[in-house]
Nanobody, 122 residues
Framework: QVQLVESGGGLVQTGGSLTLSCAASGRSFSSVAMGWFRQAPGKEREFVGGIDWSGGNTYYSDSVKGRFTISRDNAKRMVYLQMNILKPEDTAVYYC???????????????WGQGTQVTVSS
């Protein structure tokens, strides 16, 4: 089992940067893939990106590719989402999730954090 807690959200201006962190507990953390999702009001939960158990493979949605970077530190049980060149449309609650492999479908993940709000002002 894996418990997840996100942090690092906040208010940032367009073009700014923010780094989200996801702290994990549980013995199986180093063997699971991690995903970042976001959900804006009235919209479905959207895949942002994912990283495999080793950190050697990452995938991103087209909307964030080139601006966001996911990394993980298994020794510290941490996953990060570095967000650059933020846009107002990036405004959402951001969630980290753990699952057997990277998947665009949020229903394929077994464990979720509580989410952290990111607001990008124009």
């Amino acid at each position: 089992q894996v418990q997840l807690v996100e942090s690092g959200g906040g208010l940032v201006q367009t073009g700014g940067s923010l780094t989200l962190s996801c702290a994990a507990s549980g013995r199986s953390f180093s063997s699971v893939a991690m995903g970042w999702f976001r959900q804006a009001p009235g919209k479905e939960r959207e895949f942002v990106g994912g990283i495999d158990w080793s950190g050697g493979n990452t995938y991103y949605s087209d909307s964030v590719k080139g601006r966001f970077t996911i990394s993980r530190d298994n020794a510290k049980r941490m996953v990060y989402l570095q967000m650059n060149i933020l846009k107002p449309e990036d405004t959402a609650v951001y969630y980290c999730a753990a699952g057997p492999r990277i998947n665009y479908d949020f229903r394929r993940y077994d464990y979720w954090g509580q989410g952290t709000q990111v607001t990008v002002s124009s």
